[in-house]
């Protein structure tokens, strides 16, 4: 079975998604706290989305190029701006 070359670049633009992904799940986190002593209901319903972005990121594979630049253009921008983050989360 001949291997498959997986250019650099490809390689890259998933560590950035993935990256991403991990900015996503610490503003997540970081709010998780925040309400854990106020609010526990809302602060479980963050954890189990905290969960599916973590299911998420687990997905990506260099070999679906298509889905990375998906994640990327979604999540570049809401990483970036927290109020984003928060209206489109």
Not at 4 to 20: F, P
Not at 48 to 77: C, K, Y
Request: aromatic fraction near 6%; charge should be negative.
């Amino acid at each position: 079975m001949a291997e498959q070359e997986i250019s650099y670049d490809a390689i890259l633009r998933t560590e950035i998604a993935i990256e991403l992904l991990n900015q996503a799940r610490a503003i997540v986190t970081a709010r998780v706290y925040q309400l854990e002593g106020t609010d526990p209901d809302a602060a479980e319903v963050l954890r189990v989305r905290r969960r599916d972005l973590i299911a998420t990121q687990q997905g990506i594979s260099v070999a679906d190029q298509e889905t990375v630049e998906d994640l990327i253009a979604l999540w570049g921008p809401r990483v970036k701006d927290e109020v984003r983050f928060w209206a489109e989360f």
